[in-house]
C-alpha cells in the first residue's frame, strides 16, 4: 500500500471517531439484549461481524427464541436493510473503476454511517475539481469502514459477555445514541432546504407508521416514499438550496 493510500486511510479511521460515541454504546446494548435473549457470545459477536447492520440486528434479538425463527428473520433483516440498495445505487456511480473484489469488500463495509462519510468525501472532491469518475477514495472509505466495523463488533461482543450482570442498560437512556447516531447523519447529509421534501416526508411517514407497524414495515415504507418523491420532485442545485 502506498504512502498515499495509507493516508487516505488513517483520514476515513479519523472520520469514524466522532461516531464512536453514538455507536459503542449502542453495540453494547445489543450485545447485553442478545445475552439476555439467550445468545452466546460468540453469537452475538457474529451477527455483527458478517450482518453489520444495527437496526437489523437489534430486530433480530428482538425475535430471538430458543428455537429462533430463522426465516422470519431473514426476511425481517432484508426488509430493515433494503435502504442499503438504494444507499448502493448512489455510491455505485463512483465505484465502476474498481475490481469485483474491492468492489464488494468496499459494499460490504457500507453501513448508513459509512455511506454517509463517504459520501460526504466524495462531494468534497468534487468542490475541489477532481474528475468525477475519481471521487470515489478506495482508501478512505475502507478506513472509514474498518473504524466503524471493528469496534461495533467489539462493543456488541463485550456487551453480551458483561450484559448478564448490569441488568436492562436501557435505563440509562443509552439508546437514545441511535437515534442520535441518524439525526448526526441528517445534518452531515443535508441537501438544503428545497431538496428535503424526500427526507422529510421519509421520516414522518416512518414515525406515523410506527404507531401501528413492526420497525422493518416502517422503514420500508419510509424508504419507498423517499424514492417515489425523490424521483418525481425536480432537484435544485446546492448553490439555490435554501
Not at 445534518?187 to 416526508?201: D, E, I, Q, R, S
Not at 421520516?203 to 424508504?223: D, E, Q, Y
Request: aromatic share 14%; glycine share 10%; with cysteine.
Amino acid at each position: 500500500m502506498s504512502g498515499t493510500a495509507i493516508h487516505d486511510a488513517l483520514r476515513g479511521v479519523k472520520a469514524a471517531l466522532p461516531f464512536w460515541l453514538g455507536f459503542f454504546p449502542l453495540g453494547f446494548i445489543l450485545g447485553a439484549q442478545a445475552c439476555h435473549k439467550g445468545m452466546s457470545v460468540p453469537t452475538a459477536a457474529a451477527m455483527s461481524f458478517f450482518n453489520y447492520a444495527g437496526g437489523s440486528e437489534f430486530a433480530a434479538v428482538a425475535l430471538w427464541t430458543a428455537t429462533p425463527p430463522l426465516l422470519l428473520i431473514a426476511f425481517t433483516t432484508w426488509l430493515i436493510n433494503s435502504r442499503h440498495i438504494v444507499m448502493g445505487m448512489a455510491l455505485s456511480l463512483y465505484t465502476r473503476k474498481l475490481s469485483t473484489g474491492k468492489s464488494l469488500f468496499a459494499f460490504f463495509l457500507m453501513c448508513d454511517e459509512v455511506w454517509a462519510v463517504s459520501m460526504q468525501e466524495i462531494s468534497r472532491r468534487k468542490a475541489a475539481g477532481v474528475p468525477e469518475d475519481e471521487c470515489f477514495c478506495y482508501a478512505f472509505h475502507v478506513g472509514t469502514g474498518l473504524g466503524f466495523w471493528l469496534p461495533w463488533t467489539c462493543s456488541t461482543a463485550l456487551g453480551a459477555f458483561m450484559g448478564g450482570t448490569l441488568g436492562d442498560l436501557n435505563q440509562w437512556g443509552l439508546s437514545m445514541a441511535f437515534p442520535a447516531t441518524f439525526i448526526t447523519l441528517i445534518v452531515l447529509m443535508w441537501p438544503g432546504f428545497k431538496n428535503a421534501l424526500p427526507l422529510t416526508a421519509s421520516g414522518i411517514i416512518s414515525a406515523v407508521c410506527s404507531f401501528w407497524l413492526a420497525s422493518h414495515w416502517c422503514v420500508l415504507l419510509g424508504t419507498l416514499t423517499g424514492l417515489v418523491l425523490a424521483a418525481l420532485l425536480p432537484q435544485h442545485s446546492e448553490n439555490q438550496a435554501g
